[in-house]
């Protein structure tokens, strides 16, 4: 699996136009949302963490080399829809993500069973080591004592480089959360708290190096690299931390 880098900005809401005229000489849309009227689709969170916060704590003093994990779904909620077991590493600079699809309609079951990793659905392509990717994202979980934090739901965007496909432009757009989800809470959008006031993330992910022609927008607009985690805003926005002691922490869950 190859290292992934990983850039982020956030964005006024009133420079969403002009980006999408600067980048469209440079990309091409994602085939999965040509067809559709926003050109976008949802993206569903349930991030964990321990009952102290440890991977907050860790991203917020700007650890190294860190974990999140996450169980993540797109899209409506049918029968067929498939949910994935994130275990995403960051290893000082790069990103490595592993994971593992599974029907979310087997989630309570998956969570559950003794050898989940029996749910995981198999001979999908790009996902060889799903099964071995399961069973890492359990033994943090039950490591760890993770339980589920914070929902977190947003519309993204997605483009590629015309000259790299391995390069991803992506304009996360209306992020909002709530707090310690049921795992059948992945659909919901009740409760849910608006993060960014008017504003937007571009998230730019690539391989080898940072797209060349995508410097002088990013200077044309003065835009500044940020460590813009969705879970750590998530976390801030619902207060779950307090705010005078980042390391006084609750361990509330319904898990």
Request: with cysteine; aromatic share 14%; glycine share 2%.
């Amino acid at each position: 699996m190859l290292p992934r880098f990983e850039v982020k900005y956030i964005v006024s809401n009133l420079l969403l136009n002009k980006l999408r005229e600067h980048i469209e000489p440079y990309t091409e849309l994602d085939i999965h949302v040509e067809h559709k009227e926003t050109h976008s689709y949802s993206v569903r969170s349930i991030y964990f963490d321990t009952p102290e916060f440890q991977y907050y704590i860790e991203k917020l003093e700007g650890i190294g080399d860190r974990q999140k994990l996450r169980f993540r779904a797109y899209h409506e909620n049918t029968d067929e829809s498939i949910g994935f077991l994130e275990t995403k590493r960051k290893l000082s600079i790069p990103l490595v993500k592993f994971r593992a699809p599974f029907k979310n309609t087997d989630t309570k079951l998956i969570f559950s069973k003794s050898a989940p990793q029996n749910l995981i659905l198999k001979n999908i392509p790009n996902f060889s080591d799903a099964e071995e990717n399961a069973k890492l994202f359990f033994y943090y979980v039950h490591k760890l004592q993770l339980k589920p934090v914070a929902l977190v739901v947003y519309e993204r965007e997605p483009y590629f480089s015309k000259f790299d496909h391995s390069t991803r432009i992506t304009f996360d757009k209306n992020l909002r959360c709530s707090a310690f989800p049921k795992l059948e809470d992945i659909y919901s959008d009740e409760s849910l708290s608006q993060v960014l006031d008017d504003k937007f993330i571009i998230e730019v992910k690539y391989n080898n190096t940072f797209p060349f022609w995508l410097k002088p927008i990013i200077s044309k607009y003065e835009l500044r690299a940020v460590p813009a985690s969705k879970y750590l805003m998530s976390v801030d926005r619902l207060d779950l931390i307090n705010h005078c002691n980042k390391y006084a922490t609750i361990s509330y869950s319904r898990f």
